[in-house]
């Protein structure tokens, strides 16, 4: 029979999505280019729907697919596309290889009230603009998440071992890079998540995609009436148990010949393990299910049903509704003797160029960490509290971790949500994310009566100019007009723990102006020249 071929297929297909997607979220090199894994990411369910919220675009479309999908096949997604899903089935591949248990599992009755409360939770706070409970609970986001905070870093350490070693015997492939820092805090949430993760995996298979994940409760509801379905004929069962006990989403009861298909996560193990070929794939198959108290809530299935569908049928109605210069030189800038006092007063965080407005970014952003592990210079940092409660982990520019490279429209170009709008290089330029401010009581010029000048130096847009301030000194001046917000002057400034310049964030971006250009207007006689 070809469906027991199904497993092999969906096997190779899952893991290349399982492996590219890990190593999109670990790429230090940058080998990946942003067009590539804009593309790969074009059938995550959660991103594509919040982003034809945001956009309507034919690259916000991936969702319709998966539904088409889903329709068709049963919950294909969950199997082979989700990242997530497909990382918990090779840990409860390792589960039985571990424990030596070659039957782990056994038919459970779902837990319908958990699982349709999260989604329609979910449902909720989308409508009412909030964005909090799927940033939390989206399978997509929480295996970037993994990734970029847990995996990275120690791919990093790892590269950064080998490298004196490599280098010692005349190999310069490898070289040693900075690990960007995270606050601690910051990691509680999603160390969390992975231990359950890991362990509802090892112990109960897909029991997470079967009663947290509002992704797989929706598709799950969708492919009880898909076309091509799994069942049981009883004609040829014998009874032997295999389906039920190899079965990860434990949705097969043999002794009642029962699929419960919104389970189901198209694994295909019962097909290829079923000695009778009694457990069938087909089209149109529609096996009326026994009533039982362990399957079916008290009351009228009827009105069940219909609100089922009218909660379907709102949810279908929501959805319609090369960089300009390089890590700065420390090496002239001068140390302050004395530690600053004046804070630095910041009304509002600053979200990256191309995300329109932190209203806008905050709605639409499943802080998936993409834009974090893309971003050149580690100015992305995730958020604990910056955009309080409802943007816990959306990334926010942290400029003392980094600066926003003038060129670079990384984050834009792989944002698979539309939180951050792709830009042109020329649109980034003039895109002002934040104003600079310049406090001149913290400044090295004004305490220790010292020439610096970093921030001047490495403004790209000459916002940061430096005047006259004693017969010898200058100091910085600057001029809000032409900044961008990019961070390069409060990020180089030398004073701490409060800087002497600083970036505040503007709760809408605006335009800046361009910076006039220099012109040597005095003609060059190339005689003067001795060569």
Known sequence: MLTRHLKTVRVVVSL?????????????????????????????????????????????????????????????????ICPLGIFQDVVSWLSVRLRRKKWP???????????????????????????????????????????????????LEVNNWLSPILTSRGIYAVFPVSIPAIRWEILI?????????????????????????????????????????????????????RCDRICKSSCMS????????????????????????????????????????ETVAPGPAKATDESKRSFL???????????????????????PEQDTTIPEIKNYPVTPPGSASISSFNKACTACTLCVSVCPTHVLQPSLLEYGVSGLLQPHMD???????????????????????????????????????????????????TSCGACSEHCPTRACDMVPYTDELTIPEINEATCVGCGACEYICPTRPYRAIYVDGNPRHEIADRPETERVDREVDFEEFPF
């Open 16 to 80: 290349f999505f399982l492996i590219v997607a890990a190593l999109i979220f670990i790429d230090f090199r940058q080998e990946f280019s942003e067009s590539f894994i804009s593309s790969f990411l074009f059938l995550q369910f959660a991103p594509s729907v919040v982003k034809i919220l945001q956009v309507l675009s034919l690259s916000a479309v991936g969702f319709i697919l998966i539904l088409i999908l889903t329709a068709l096949f049963g919950r294909v997604y969950c199997s082979t």
């Open 105 to 155: 599992y056994k038919y459970a009755k779902p837990y319908n009230i958990l699982r349709y409360s999260l989604l329609g939770l979910t449902v909720v706070f989308l409508i009412s603009g909030s964005i909090l409970i799927l940033n939390l609970l989206d399978p997509y986001s929480n295996f970037g998440r993994f990734f970029t905070y847990f995996a990275k870093p120690l791919v």
């Open 189 to 241: 949430y999603p160390a969390v998540m992975l231990a359950l993760i890991l362990w509802l995996s090892y112990r109960y298979g897909r029991l997470y995609c079967n009663t947290v994940c509002p992704v797989g409760t929706l598709l799950g509801y969708l492919s009880k009436f898909s076309l091509f379905r799994i069942y049981i004929d009883e004609k040829s069962c014998t009874s032997c148990g």
């Open 254 to 293: 043999f002794r009642d010949g029962e699929v419960d298909f919104s389970r189901c996560v198209a694994c295909y193990n019962c097909l290829k393990i079923c000695p009778d070929n009694a457990v069938k794939y087909s089209v149109n198959h529609r096996k009326p299910l026994p009533v039982s108290s």
């Open 313 to 335: 049928m709102s949810f279908l109605i929501l959805l319609f509704g090369i960089n300009r210069f390089s890590k700065a030189s420390v090496d002239d800038i001068p140390t």
């Open 399 to 449: 400029f003392h971790a980094g600066f926003c490279n003038f060129d670079c429209t990384s984050c834009g170009e792989v944002c698979p949500t539309g939180a951050i709008l792709p830009l042109t290089q020329d649109k980034k330029h003039v895109t002002q994310i934040g104003v600079v401010r310049f406090e001149k009581e913290n400044c090295v010029v004004y305490t220790d009566k």
